[in-house]
């Protein structure tokens, strides 16, 4: 399955510089979308998420989320730690980044 697949690839390595998490779900805002010079933030349906082989890691999304749901992976708090496979899924496109969201939420509800 794609999204095992991704998170194998996360827990070996896989680089995620900037990473979107929880807070963003269901928020329609997109401010972050129009700073980013790189475009590489991407909107999969329920959230947005970053592509983690086109961010530069400039920063400059994080100050204009109006619910501070971007973190760099260095202080990613413990309960988003799904969130760094959730956004490195993009790479196999939305519908992996879904089924990781899909499996993060249906854990989060029997938790
Ligand atoms: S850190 Fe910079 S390049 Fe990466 S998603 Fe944010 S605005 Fe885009
Ligand atoms: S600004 Fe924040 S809440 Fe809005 S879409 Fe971007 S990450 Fe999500």
Redesign the pocket.
């Known amino acids: 399955m794609r999204a095992t697949a991704v998170r194998l690839a996360w827990l070996s390595g896989l680089a995620m510089p900037y990473v979107?998490g929880d807070?963003?779900i269901g928020?329609t805002?997109?401010?972050?979308?129009d700073v980013c010079p790189v475009d590489c933030?991407v909107p999969v349906g329920r959230?947005?998420v970053i592509h983690p082989d086109d961010c530069i890691d400039c920063g400059a999304?994080v100050p204009?989320?109006?619910?501070e749901?971007?973190v760099p992976d260095t202080e990613l708090p413990p309960a988003w730690a799904p969130f760094v496979a959730i956004n490195a899924a993009v790479v196999d496109g939305i519908e992996a980044v879904n089924e990781c969201l899909d499996l993060h939420l249906a854990h989060s509800d029997t938790a």
């Open positions: 979107i807070p963003c928020t805002d997109q401010s972050c979308i933030i959230m947005l999304c204009v989320c109006p619910v749901a971007i």
